[in-house]
């Protein structure tokens, strides 16, 4: 069976292709603008992509079935050809719960912020305790080193997105994974470009709440008010709350303020601790909601206390892209401001007093059109120097909107003023942080180039 994915580079979607790959298909792929680290992972496991989406490619060679991502629309050449000649052709979603969920124990994590981290820790768990679980993830954990793979049955984890599924299906994606371990994460107004206001994305939420079996178990962070109201919407599963601040269900106990340690317990048991070389309390709150799904499956939590320790983040997670005479470079996936800020605050629990100079790109839909524009002088305040990266796609005025800080904000239009502007001002111990969840033109490795030279 030959596929063809639209929108092959997407990380979900090339998630996909590897998952159609093991399966025994033959796959190809068309995708614009196409940047690492999925491009290299598509490439290393020999899936040919083809720029653009001019529809020749589907003329000559006549797949079987087209595998269309949600960034088509109609007009593109490639979509008015399949739909003129009924070519057989379907979403992403629809393809991983038809070839692959349909008879397995689907573990999904969804939520506004640390759905692929989480994803990454649960898979890591069920596979060190030898369960060898089918996974598909928004990013590469680098415990395995791709982002997708079929596995062993049961158990597939899988990170569940509410952005909607294609043109012809405006459902969140994640109602097509019917999972019977499901964790929420938080709940956070995003997408401004699909959804009008935080209600629209709640209903998605309440949508995928009355799929989950009663046998099913629902994990969700109790100081939550919007998945609190979701949850008063309709439950109809086992409930476990995580909550650090009681012990009514998981908790933890810092035992380093920055995260990289703590105790992990439910109730009045406590399980040991974690020691990882993560940060940040949003890091420890992806790991107790990564061991409280994988009891759910059977995994002992001491089990998961000691698979966290061996746990390495996934790409782009505050990624150390490399280190230049004491000058550290990151890369991380942050593009709202609740993770902006979370990923700083950890990030300064780390280093303390050594300055931290932020690099934004405002690249999502929702920042563009300035949907958050008032809480970015707070998500930025734990950095020393900013750098705000404002092409003529961003529609608001960044400079107005971070006056509060001015005196630390440099508002700039193109990506090599930023890396001239960094390699003059950079010296030892400071540590930059690259805030993108795009390609951002390859500014971690100009800038690291530049520093070199220096």
């Known amino acids: ?30 995708d614009f603008g196409v940047y690492p680290p999925m491009s290299t992972q598509l490439e290393s496991q020999g899936i040919d992509l083809v720029q653009g989406f001019d529809a020749d490619f589907i003329k000559q060679n006549s797949p079987d079935l087209v595998v269309i991502g949600n960034a088509l629309s109609r007009g593109n050449d490639s979509v008015e050809y399949i739909l ?25 994590v969804a939520g506004t912020h640390g759905k692929t981290t989480t994803s990454s820790m649960l898979a890591w768990i069920l596979d060190y305790a030898n369960l060898k679980p089918g996974f598909l993830i928004g990013g590469i954990p680098q415990n395995f080193g791709i982002s997708a793979r079929l596995g062993d049955e049961p158990f597939f984890v899988i990170e ?76 109809w599963s086992e409930n476990e709350k995580i909550n650090s601040k009681d012990k009514k269900g998981w908790w933890a106990n810092l035992l380093n303020k920055d995260g990289s340690q703590f105790e992990v317990g439910f109730k009045d048991d406590s399980y040991g601790n974690v020691q990882w070389d993560l940060i940040g309390d ?95 002088a707070e998500s930025l305040a734990e950095a020393d120097v900013i750098y705000i990266y404002q092409n003529n796609d961003v529609a608001w005025s960044v ?9 630390k904000v440099h508002v700039l239009e193109t990506v090599e003023d930023i890396v001239s502007e960094i390699s003059s001002i950079a010296k030892t111990d400071d540590h930059i942080v690259i805030m993108s969840n795009g390609g951002f033109e390859n500014i971690h490795e100009r800038i690291l180039n530049q520093l070199n030279d220096n």
């Open 1 to 30: 069976m030959h596929i063809h994915i639209l929108g092959i580079c997407g990380t979900f979607m090339g998630g996909v292709a590897l998952l159609a790959r093991e399966l025994g298909m033959k796959v190809t792929g068309a």
């Open 399 to 407: 400079s107005d909107s971070l006056a509060s800080i001015a005196n």
């Open 282 to 376: 949003h890091n420890v709150n992806n790991g107790l909601a990564a061991i409280a799904a994988a009891r759910h499956v059977g995994v002992p939590p001491k089990h998961s206390v000691d698979a966290l320790t061996q746990y390495v983040n996934t790409k782009r997670r505050l990624e150390v892209r490399g280190v230049v005479n004491q000058m550290t470079v990151y890369d991380d996936f942050a593009h709202h401001p609740t993770a902006i800020q979370l990923t700083l605050k950890g990030l300064r629990a780390k280093v303390a007093n050594k300055r931290i100079i932020a690099i934004l790109e405002p690249r999502s839909n929702t920042m563009k059109l300035g949907f958050h524009k008032d809480r970015m």
């Open 84 to 108: 003129n000649n009924r070519i057989d052709y379907c979403s992403g979603p629809d393809f991983v719960f038809r070839y692959i969920l349909k008879n397995r124990w689907v573990l999904a």
């Open 160 to 235: 569940a997105d509410e952005y909607d599924t294609a043109f012809f299906d405006k459902r969140s994606k994640f109602v097509h994974y019917h999972p019977r371990t499901l964790v929420l994460n938080n709940l956070e107004f995003d997408h401004a470009d699909i959804f009008n206001n935080i209600n629209d994305i709640k209903r998605q939420f309440h949508h995928l709440m009355r799929i989950v079996p009663s046998s099913g178990r629902v994990i969700n962070f109790a100081d939550d008010a919007n998945l609190e109201e979701v949850l008063d919407m309709g439950l």
